[in-house]
Every structure is written in C-alpha cells, then in structure tokens.
C-alpha cells in the first residue's frame, strides 16, 4: 500500500528565506507527483505536476524535484514571503487516476 | 479553477439521517472524485468516477454511496450518517476532457463541512 510522509509537520521561517520541503512515498510505481497549496478554509490550489519521467519543473518561485527510485521529492520555495504561508501537501498518483496524499507541512512565513 | 462547485458549503445534521452532498464541474473532465480531509489522517478517497455511471471504491467506502448520471454532477450520499463521518468533503476532478492521462493536475472544490450530532 503507498503511504505517502510529509517533514516537518510545522515550519516556521523569516521572510526572505529559502526554505525546502520533503516528501516521502514507499511505492516508486507512481505516474505522477503533484505539489498542492492549502489556505484555511479553502480548497487544494495545484502548484507543480512532475511526470514520473521527469526530475523537476519550475513555476516562478517554486522549484520541485523528483527522485522516483529514492522515494522522495522537495518543494524549494525561493525568497519567502507572508503570502506563502499556507499547508503544501504533497500527493502521488497511482493507478485509475488516483491521488495518495501526504498530511501536509504547515509553513508560516513571518514578516 | 476548473468551476467546481460543491453544495452545501456547511451542513449540521443528526445521526441516522441520510445526506446527499453535490459536486458539480463545468469543465467536462471525465474523472472526479470524493475525499474526505481530517486531523491526524490527511485526504482520503471516497469514491471515485470514471464516467457517467461508472464508479469505484477508494480508501473509506464504507457508509458511503455515489451517483453519476451527468458528465458534471457527481453525488456523495450517506445513507444513515454517523459521528464518525463528521469531516470536510472535497471534490476534484480530473483527466482531461474525456481523456485518460496523467500529465494533468487534479482540481478541487471548496469543500462542504459536514458535522453530525
């Protein structure tokens, strides 16, 4: 059964920082690895798609790379700012289309 | 977004009484889905469908039934809801017009918050 880990849980940083977020999957049979943006009350806003045949892609800020055979990805957020602060779930498609989710690293950016 | 919308935004009800909650798309993708979001578990599939009347179990099926009839309507019911199905429902869609790939993201509602007294 895939299980997917999101660490830290919680993370706290000053704004300007570059910062990097983990993801961890047990099962590499993956078709995709999608990074998700959560604000409270709120739906998932997709940030970046990474086929499983691709290393990373790249939207403004936001850098994130995949390595199928260790199990891992890293969302690199570049230059922080309090806009940023939301909870990044990290999920990877699996067969029939279907997600598997992360719980989710809640990052605070603090002006 | 991908104009998914999700009714009620927030329902109170108790328990043994049906519920139906509603997902409707206007982007005529052929997949969408149900997920259920609570602490310490994350999101969690319901259901899902493929097309219109074709559905299948997820993750947590059980106490939950779903309909399809209409390419942009998909319905959640809990036939006899309980306390333990409290919880923030998700719907999302995918797939691309009906097309099966994977190179696109899935797209989420805003969510229905159900509480069961």
């Known amino acids: ?111 | 977004d991908a104009g998914i919308t999700q009714s009620p935004r927030h329902k109170v009800t108790e328990t043994g009484t049906p519920v139906t909650l509603r997902c409707h798309q206007t982007e005529n993708h052929r997949y969408m889905y149900w997920y259920r979001q609570d602490p310490g578990h994350g999101l969690r599939l319901i259901h899902y469908s493929y097309g219109v009347k074709d559905t299948d179990k997820g993750e947590v099926s059980d106490g939950y039934s779903v309909s399809r009839s209409k390419t942009e309507d998909f319905l959640l019911t809990l036939e006899s809801a309980t306390s333990s199905q409290t919880s923030v429902y998700f719907c999302a869609t995918g797939g691309g017009p009906l097309t099966q790939t994977s190179n696109q993201p899935q797209h989420f509602g805003d969510g229905t918050r159900l509480s069961i007294l």
């Open chain 1, 1 to 111: 059964k895939q299980e997917v880990t999101q660490i830290p849980a919680a993370l706290s940083v000053p704004e300007g920082e570059n910062l990097v977020l983990n993801c961890s999957f047990t099962d590499s049979a993956i078709y995709n690895l999608q990074w998700f943006r959560q604000d409270p009350g709120k739906g998932l806003t997709s940030l970046l798609l990474i086929q499983s045949s691709q290393r990373e892609q790249t939207s403004g800020r936001l850098n994130a790379s995949l390595d199928k055979s260790s199990g891992r990805s890293t969302l690199y957020i570049a230059a922080s700012q309090p806009g940023d602060s939301a909870t990044y779930l990290c999920a990877v498609l699996v067969g029939a289309q279907k997600l598997v989710f992360g719980q989710g690293t809640r990052l605070t950016i603090n002006p």
